[in-house]
């Protein structure tokens, strides 16, 4: 079946370091979706990108999507403590008739402050 | 966006009884989710809920365990139904938006369920 695979599972930064977490589908996706859960929190959407080589930028956040459409990424620039938490892509598939998001497991961010 | 709401936050049950959570949407949408997510891992979707239509359930969930309701097109439930340790996780409800907005999803807050 259809997987999105997120890597790396933790990653543990000095604030002020960047940070990127990188996913990758087996097949072509409609979009990717990027979310962001809190710890105790739950999944709060940050963006969607449906465009092949799609760039967007939120304040310290960028995003992009492969040009064939099964990877992207999310890059923080100079983390800050408020940056905790778990990042998870989803992307856009297709079950049968259905469409449905399927969801990586997620990056995991600490940020030392 | 929306306000999304799910009773109970949290429930400690015992095995063999369900339990009831509901989901309240202060908008009318047209797609609700309903997830289950262990600590520390990621999402598990346990179906799709459409308002006038049977749930869509995923591979490994069925209605006798996961009965739910859509009655209408701000409100639905999930039971999860003679209980076992097993079913101990946060389970989640979220909503898709129609429109211009599509397919991006917003949760609601949880409900942690703790089964002895």
């Known amino acids: 079946g259809q997987q999105v695979m997120q890597i790396p599972q933790y990653q543990h930064v000095q604030e002020g370091e960047d940070f990127t977490t990188y996913c990758n589908s087996s097949?072509?996706?409609?979009?990717i979706q990027w979310y962001k859960q809190r710890p105790g929190g739950h999944p709060v959407f940050l963006i969607q990108?449906?465009?092949s080589g799609e760039v967007k930028k939120q304040k310290r956040l960028t995003f992009q999507f492969g040009e064939a459409k099964k990877n992207s990424s999310l890059h923080i620039t100079a983390t800050q403590t408020t940056d905790v938490g778990t990042y998870f892509c989803?992307?856009?598939?297709?079950?049968?008739?259905?469409?449905?998001?399927?969801w990586g497991l997620g990056t995991s961010l600490a940020v030392n402050p | 966006s929306a306000v999304i709401s799910q009773k109970p936050s949290r429930d400690i049950c015992q095995r063999g009884t369900s339990l009831t959570i509901q989901c309240q949407v202060d908008?009318?949408?047209?797609?609700m989710f309903w997830y289950r997510q262990q600590p520390g891992q990621s999402l598990t979707l346990i179906a799709t809920?459409?308002?006038?239509?049977?749930?869509?359930?995923e591979s490994g969930f069925v209605i006798d365990k996961f009965p739910i309701s859509r009655p209408n097109l701000t409100f639905s439930t999930l039971t999860v139904s003679n209980m076992s340790p097993e079913d101990s996780s946060i389970y989640l409800c979220?909503?898709?938006?129609?429109?211009?907005?599509?397919?991006?999803?917003?949760f609601g807050p949880g409900t942690r369920l703790t089964v002895t």
């Open positions: 990108l449906v465009k």
């Open positions: 097949t072509t996706l409609s979009n």
């Open positions: 979220s909503v898709e938006w129609s429109g211009n907005r599509p397919y991006e999803q917003y």
């Open positions: 908008s009318q949408v047209t797609m």
């Open positions: 809920a459409n308002q006038g239509s049977e749930a869509t359930y």
């Open positions: 989803a992307g856009l598939g297709r079950a049968g008739n259905n469409r449905k998001l399927i």
